[in-house]
């Protein structure tokens, strides 16, 4: 398999030679009207990876295409943009000086918008380094997991864990809205496609913590996503081995109605069937997206957003074998199945906007959004399996080789689950910009209606002994069997004002702001008050300082109230988190060019905690508030253009978190009794690595490479069915390399003949990528076969490790018009 890879290697990098370009060079300096140069003007032609930035002294030098004409733009945060068109000879040097105007009103609105961002402890994310990142899922949460304070040990599936918190504990926005996930999804290979199209998006923008009170009820992070108003016809057409994606957008000619419409296919067979369990998979996700705005006056504007996702989920595991255990006691499992599983999750949101602009000063929204998933999991699936010793003994004829049985035995496992839930919202949201104050307000109603039928069962037989044993009567390892409906309503409010002023030739920045929520269920009221420091010093050097506090009471949703057998506690109270987070980021120029680097320090104080464990993308509660916890760590991320017009970065996180479920003791085996204390919680990943990097060959950008990193320590993990929490293990360390190689067949710069096809097109781009390209075995949970030893009921029990997908090769074509 490392031949081939290396042949693949060698036969993409061949064709460098085979389509070079001859290329010129433009010099010279930019400076404004008052004949000062400018720092910091990026230089570029769009939709090509050419482009630079100026240096201190205004000057700059650009490789651009030859024998063709160019569009370059040159642009900066508080300039007005301008444009020219230019060709040179090949091998040509060309001087350009330009003088930027001064843009008082882009000053105000987007200087001073990039400092109220570093103010805060919200990242802004370029979406363009999406298009070329090498991910198997193609969503914007793939970037996200490469960000500090992020861990994923799942390729997989969309969702991550922000300093120790779950999946559970992550706000999602689009356009302002709430976006909510299906319940009963328990594997990453059960997932649909995120909601997010990131064809259909302008920003993201993301925090890790510590963020304003306009930000909902969530203990961890925020990730707000503005969908893209177009103002011309334009689109992307997208197609690999793992799905493909349209998306069209346009605007009418005066302006006042834009659409944007994308329509995706996803089918992870092709990756499924790496894994160690064999069979028939059948994934199959669907979704269509809308989003409509028409401006009927200057200041008023209507939008909808709709989404339609139908994502359907069939396996007929045929067989596993799986080796596992140590060097001194190799094991091997090996199943037969029976059954199937046929689970299917349909979401649907339909959102409606209204909004207002009286003045510059003052924004007025009106927001009302339904949202409603029908899920269904069913399975009856019956394993046979044997647990073997392998051979150990060097040199010996049956190395690897069966030697001995320990362990025989079947297992059936049976679901019938389905929920039907329904979310209504009404919301209001305001913007009033004052002197140096800009104030934020906001409130909504929101109606839930949640029907939840539950019915699974386990059964374990281990040589003519079922689990737990009884010689009179067949008995259930375990069983779950409810039926709740749940109709509750949530009221929520938050004001916040950002006052900014000077003192001593600094910049100061002060958020304040308050939540108010209350649930009819439990008739619980929390208030959470936040608070956001920052400094810009006057300093040659460009530092931003900052500090936040502030109270994150997350009130317990569905899942959080149901216990592990099915019933609800209508006594189960906000889980409470209080931020403590104090950081800062250093812009800088390197090499003539531009990097960031960011550092945040953070403490999070755990009270009202509701226990749970993690098997795989699954969170099952424990339904009560009975522990208290904590989290700490230090996050950093450097990010810039280690390669001349390729955007990069490194992150890296130190992050420990653990809790304690209030007053548990046990007895040891001499009947003193002992408090267990603190110990890790589910997502206690200590040590995190992420590396996003792209690189072009030398006077040729059209050929890229766009490398992704992740390493992440192992997760503990614990027995199923067991009332203990701190009999903790650890799985192998999550680590995963994914490549990729793409080629720009057509830019939009490049003029082509009337015959040729691709004239129609603006890019057009061909990539090849390699999915875990060391073919690492990575462990996502754990599966725990028993077996019966006598009729004493002694038991012995393994944890299996699942592996997720090894190395798989994609090809992927993406065109723009």
Known sequence: ???????????????????????????????????????????????????????????????????????????????????????????????????????????????????????????????????????????????????????????????????????????????????????????????????????????????????????????????????????????????????????????????????????????????????????????????????????????????????????????????????????????????????????????????????????????????????????????????????????????????????????????????????????????HLGTYSIGMSRIKWGIKWQHEMISDKLSEWDLIDSAGYSIPYSDSEIILTSVTKSKNNLSSNRFTSYFQNTYSFYSHNNRYYLNTGIRVNYWDYNQELIVSPRVTFSIKPEWERNFMFRFSAGYYFQPAFYKEIRYPGGDLNPDVKAQRSIHFVAGGDYIFAAWDRPFKFTTEIYYKKLNNIIPYKLDNVRIQYAADNIAKGYAYGIDMKLHGDFVPGAESWVSVSLMKTEEDIIGDFFYNKIGQKRYIGYYPRPTDQRFNFGLFFQDYFPYHPDYKVHLNILYGTGLPFSPPNNERYDLVFRMPAYKRVDIGFSKALKSVNRELSDRNPFRFFDNIWLSAEIFNLLGIKNTISYLWVKTVSDQNNFTGEFAVPNYLTSRRFNIRITAEF
């Open 1 to 427: 398999m490392n031949r081939s890879i290396l042949i693949i290697f060698l036969l993409f990098f061949s064709t460098f030679l085979l389509f070079a370009q001859e290329t010129a060079v433009l010099f010279g300096k930019i400076s404004d009207d008052k004949d000062q140069p400018v720092f910091l003007v990026n230089i570029s032609i769009p939709g090509t990876p050419y482009g630079t930035v100026t240096r201190e002294d205004g000057s700059f030098e650009l490789t651009i295409p030859a024998g063709q004409e160019v569009n370059l733009v040159f642009s900066c945060v508080g300039y007005r943009q301008q444009e020219e068109r230019i060709m040179l000879d090949p091998g040509e040097r060309r001087e350009m000086n330009k003088i930027l105007q001064i843009e008082v009103q882009s000053l105000d609105e987007v200087s001073v918008r990039d400092e109220y961002d570093r103010s805060s402890t919200i990242t802004r994310i370029n979406i363009r380094t999406l298009n070329h990142l090498p991910t198997t899922t193609g969503s914007v949460e793939a970037i996200i997991k490469t960000l500090p304070g992020v861990t994923s040990t799942n390729e997989l599936s969309s969702q991550y864990s922000v300093r120790g918190g779950n999946f559970d504990e992550n706000l999602v926005y689009v356009n302002d809205i709430e976006i909510h996930r299906p319940f009963l999804i328990r594997s990453g290979q059960q997932e649909g496609l995120s909601f997010i199209n990131s064809n259909m998006v302008s920003s993201i923008r993301f925090s890790a913590g510590g963020f304003e009170a306009m930000y909902g009820d969530k203990m961890s992070s925020v990730l707000d996503i503005t969908y893209r108003r177009p103002t011309r016809f334009g689109g992307t057409a997208s197609l690999s081995m793992l799905g493909g994606n349209l998306h069209i957008e346009g605007a009418s000619k005066n302006q006042r109605f834009s659409h944007s419409s994308g329509l995706r296919y996803k089918t992870s067979q092709y990756l499924l069937s790496s894994l160690e369990t064999k069979g028939e998979y059948m994934p199959n996700f669907l979704d269509f997206q809308t989003f409509l705005t028409y401006n009927i006056t200057n200041k008023f504007e209507i939008s909808l957003l709709g989404n339609i996702a139908n994502n359907s989920y069939k396996f007929i595991p045929a067989n596993r074998s799986t080796k596992f255990g140590t060097y001194e006691n190799p094991l091997n499992l090996v199943i037969y199945y029976d059954g199937q599983e046929t689970d299917r999750f349909n979401t649907y949101l339909g959102a409606a906007t209204a909004h207002y602009r009286p003045s510059e000063q003052l924004s007025l929204k009106l927001i009302t959004s339904v949202f409603n998933s029908v899920e269904e999991e069913t399975y009856d699936i019956q394993g046979q399996y044997l647990i073997n010793q392998l051979d150990n003994r060097l040199g010996s004829k049956t190395f690897s080789d069966s030697i001995l049985n320990i362990g025989i035995g079947t297992f059936l496992n049976h679901a019938r689950n389905y929920l039907d839930a329904y979310v209504y919202s009404v919301s």
